[in-house]
């Protein structure tokens, strides 16, 4: 089961900000905030994440809460081709035998308007 | 960075029919490998990962089975395909506390 709440839709205009939030009130000590998007048909591609300090990349920004317990990916200038699909995913820095648990939820739909 | 080949890009097979999806990695060295398999309007499902040749590990019974004969090669097959076997197969790579690489997928239909 995914770890994280997110919103099932949001809109933002072309040009403007946009804050999509991602609630993980469970999340331990030892595990990053990771965002990824999947545009229609296309594998996810992976956008940022962090521990516990905000993050800045050339894709966007990542807010982490004090506690840890939410977090915001920023767009900073939304374009027509961040229409997506964005996940916010928890995971431990280590997780033991290799595997991978990258447990997608339904994710937020972004689209952006003209 | 890495590159995840996946191909075919679309399939359409029949019912009972055999299947064999082949991803390949390029730009790392003894990576993790993953099959994912999202249905329509759903997240995606995690349903093989490998930590090295020959080792192949699954999260859920299925009509599928995976192989990795060479270090970045994953291949996922079936003998008999089943309706419910349709959906987007992804292959990923990734490592401890790196980022992972999805491929461009295969949307298989059965029919």
């Known amino acids: 089961d995914a770890k994280t709440t997110q919103p099932t839709s949001m809109d933002c205009a072309e040009g403007r900000a946009a804050n999509l939030p991602c609630n993980h009130s469970?999340?331990?000590?030892?595990?990053?905030v990771y965002w990824y998007r999947q545009i229609h048909s296309q594998g996810p591609q992976y956008i940022i994440h962090?521990?516990?300090n905000n993050e800045t990349n050339e894709m966007a920004s990542l807010i982490i809460t004090e506690d840890r317990k939410s977090s915001t990916l920023i767009l900073p200038h939304a374009t027509l081709r961040d229409t997506a699909v964005y996940y916010c995913?928890?995971?431990?820095?280590?997780?033991?035998?290799?595997?991978?648990?990258?447990?997608f939820g339904k994710g937020t739909k972004l689209s952006v308007i003209p | 960075s890495q590159t995840i080949h996946q191909w075919p890009a679309t399939l359409v097979q029949p019912v009972g029919s055999p299947l064999s999806l082949e991803c390949t990695v390029e730009?790392?060295?003894?990576?993790?490998l993953y099959w994912y398999r999202q249905a329509a309007g759903r997240g995606l499902q995690l349903l093989f990962y490998?930590?090295?040749?020959?080792?192949i590990s699954s999260e859920v019974p299925q009509n599928l089975s995976a192989s990795r004969p060479q270090d970045r090669q994953f291949i996922l097959s079936s003998k008999k395909l089943l309706l419910s076997d349709s959906g987007f197969y992804l292959c990923?790579?990734?490592?401890?506390?790196?980022?992972?690489?999805f491929g461009q997928g295969t949307r298989l239909t059965v029919v």
């Open positions: 990923a790579s990734g490592k401890v506390r790196t980022e992972a690489f």
């Open positions: 469970t999340i331990s000590g030892n595990e990053y």
């Open positions: 962090g521990l516990k």
């Open positions: 995913i928890v995971r431990p820095a280590y997780s033991g035998a290799g595997s991978y648990q990258l447990t």
């Open positions: 730009g790392t060295s003894n990576p993790n």
């Open positions: 490998s930590v090295g040749i020959g080792q």
